[in-house]
């Protein structure tokens, strides 16, 4: 799916003719699955396009009128709390109490830890095995919010665009490892193959706060003063406390020797060029790689760290 990649990174979309938009769309459909009618609309026209744009302004998000990774998401979890799925059902039953590296049994202060092949446990689909003798350098551990209502909702969603991430957080605090950390995901470009992601459960958008607290999860705390880039961004849903202690455990869990994480992380809530150039060690948010993510704007990394 290298050309979503390639036509979703354009800075604009305003010099795409409709019959490129279209095109664009009818391969982003075959690709993701969705259909017109997600949009009410009937055909790929420029009627779809106008009500796509419409859906990205009610989020704030870049009004091309086009399906890609962004919008995907974002409209797939705008149609499961529509449809009141039952993704958000967790199962603790056969959780452990440690982590895997080459192999290696790690123990985690956290007792909520499914592995990839527990029952109820998510495994990722797109990852690459590390074949080399010496075990992988992490250098660092990127956060991400899953902008989905369940961490099962977001492992379906990084299956279908080809992306995977080693930890998914839920909102109760389950830790889901979905691969061997000695294994590369696909959760941070042109970084994979240095980091570890983690991918914690939060919808982001204020509207979805009835639906955690209708599943007994409680009101998520309200972000009013995020900022990132120098910009403040719309309040936002933040994250529960259980899952900033299960983040923790993990990060604790992965300063071991054999790791080897270092917990550090940049004063900054803008893109790091040691970060970007693969040569940082620490803890960092996916907008300090990135000069077009947000996440996890409003988490502060430095006193999660202090905490610790």
């Not at 354009?10 to 010099?15: A, E, L």
Request: aromatic residues 10%.
């Amino acid at each position: 799916m290298v050309y979503l990649a390639s036509l979703n990174g354009m800075r604009s979309t305003s010099m795409m003719s409709l019959e490129d938009k279209l095109e664009y769309n009818i391969k982003s459909a075959e690709d993701f699955g969705w259909s017109p009618d997600w949009f009410d609309a009937t055909n790929f026209d420029e009627d779809l396009i106008l009500k796509i744009e419409q859906f990205q302004y009610s989020l704030g998000l870049d009004c091309d009128g086009l399906i890609g990774p962004l919008t995907y998401r974002r409209i797939i979890t705008a149609r499961e709390a529509l449809e009141d799925n039952d993704d958000t059902e967790e199962d603790e039953r056969t959780t452990h109490n440690h982590l895997v590296f080459n192999g290696k049994h790690y123990p985690i202060e956290w007792d909520k830890v499914k592995l990839w092949d527990d029952e109820g446990g998510l495994k990722a689909k797109n990852y690459k095995r590390w074949r080399k003798k010496e075990p992988r350098d992490i250098k660092m551990f990127v956060t991400h919010w899953d902008a989905s209502l369940s961490s099962k909702s977001c492992q379906k969603i990084l299956d279908r665009r080809g992306l995977s991430c080693h930890f998914l957080i839920s909102a109760s605090g389950i830790v889901y490892q979905t691969a061997d950390l000695n294994d590369v995901t696909f959760h941070c470009g042109g970084l994979n193959y240095q980091t570890v992601g983690c991918e914690i459960n939060n919808a982001y958008y204020t509207k979805y706060q009835g639906y955690y607290e209708k599943r007994g999860f409680g009101s998520r705390p309200l972000c009013k003063n995020s900022i990132v880039r120098g910009k403040k961004l719309r309040t936002h849903l933040g994250f529960y406390n259980v899952q900033l202690r299960a983040l923790q455990a993990i990060l604790k869990c992965l300063t071991h020797p054999d790791i080897g994480l270092k917990l550090e992380t940049p004063d900054s809530t803008w893109p790091v060029k040691e970060v970007m150039n693969k040569s940082y060690r620490g803890v960092v948010h996916h907008y300090h790689a990135s000069a077009n993510k947000i996440d996890c704007g409003g988490l502060d990394l430095q006193k999660l760290i202090d905490e610790m």
